[in-house]
């Protein structure tokens, strides 16, 4: 592969987990911070 393709596939990757990360993020990071105020 060119570093042209690994760096689009990279981005997407990038891309994608942001993407779910933000739609996800409180069941991402709420439980935590709950365990560690308890």
């Known amino acids: 592969m060119t570093w042209q393709a690994?760096?689009?596939?990279f981005v997407t990757i990038v891309?994608?987990?942001v993407r779910r990360f933000t739609r996800i993020?409180?069941?991402t990071l709420l439980p935590p911070a709950v365990t560690m105020t308890l």
């Not at 690994?6 to 596939?9: F, G, K, N, T």
């Open 6 to 9: 690994l760096w689009v596939a």
């Open 25 to 27: 993020w409180a069941q």
């Open 15 to 17: 891309v994608r987990e």
